[in-house]
């Protein structure tokens, strides 16, 4: 009895394997609707479809550990229910869910989720989290990849795709794709040394340094009518194929694409995991939205810490650790799960510290450092950028402001105990108080140079998702 059910197991398992696991599967693109409103979300299919490339993926590590997202999606085979394929992102919806805009209305986002093509007929299975930050089902939907109403047919792309740096086959790599914003013909070269300087930038900063061979990157500019990219609060008004904008959820710095579909059908000729999109603009902004993409303002004297801090988001679900800077979501509430991101806790024990092994016994818990001197200093100076722009200073005197913030910061740091020490420091994700984040300074916290260690740990687990 034991060897029937244990050769059925291995029988199912091949079965199951080989429905994914042909030698190079195409990626299959499921495009659809998330609407609602702040308590609602409903889920629709666009369409279903077979991109030109193959997947770029590392078909050995197809399901995802890493617990990182506000959603999962899953590959599931339907009857032995075995997961096929997994990845946590997060999405502009589930980020406009909790802006005031939300509360009086309801609005519709595209999305995407890729997956190696399947064989045979699968579920697509969308979870979301719940109070307890446990995902739970919140759509499902078959899909039969023979189904003749599966697109096959793209629309051409009228543009080139540039390797910017190689280090070997796609399957065995983490893939990125630059794709351009605001940039005409005559733009192309300005553009092509943006992507160079940049990815040599974030290459220099570890993990990705210690992993800078693990990497491959690729871009790709169509180009814009005009020069510039869209920015209404200052009277900019710009089109472009990607769509990108500043003033997304009416922050003036928050810089986001919307036009997911149009986006999609211009990335899917370059094999990529990940998106970094380059704006046109001298003006500080950025964005970073993890599994979806990251954005930076390319000709800003801070580009190089906004693409890596926006990617740490967009890469690795990094959450932010800073809590002075205004944002466009609503307060948390007051009861608090411990957040799922990984360098952030609630610290409701501090024994069970998540990145307790990084903690020396002798640090204490929660680690004091010099908040008070810190946010006073910080309270003058959102006070200096706010007017700054409502000015409409050039952008010279904001970066300049931010030199003067960060020097501050790392003078005030640097005589302070545990200024290299990894602890819990009180103030991360957006709050002063109630949530901690692992050191003194990180990337994620001000505009410093370095990831703290936790960061850094985070990131070489989604690296080790995609190499060999
Ligand atoms: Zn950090």
Redesign the pocket.
Known sequence: MKRTCLLFTTLLFMVTSAIIHASEPQTMRVDYYHTGDALTEIFSLHQVVVEPLPWPGNLARTTDETNRGLYLFEIVEPITNKVLFSRGYASIFGEWQHTGEATRMHRTFHESVRFPKPEKPVRLRISKRDDANRFAAIWSLMIDPADMLVVRKLPPLDAKVMKVMNNGPSTKKVDVLILGDGFTVEEMSEFERHCNELTKEMMAVEPFKTHKNDFNFWAINVPAPESGTNRPSNGTFRWSRIGATYDAFRSERYVLAFDNQRMREIAQYAPYEFLIILTNSETYGGGGIFGLYTTVAAKNEWRSYLMVHEFGHHFAA?AD?YYTSPVAYNDAESSRPEPWEP?VTALHNARHLKWNHLVDSNTDLPTPWPKSTFEAFQKTNQAKRKQLRAENRPESEMSALFRREQAFSDSLFATSKYHNSIGAFEGANYEATGFY???MN????TRHTE??K??QEGIVDIINLYVD
């Open positions: 990094l650790e360098n984040r692992p050191a990180c990337i994620m916290f990831f703290c936790v960061c």
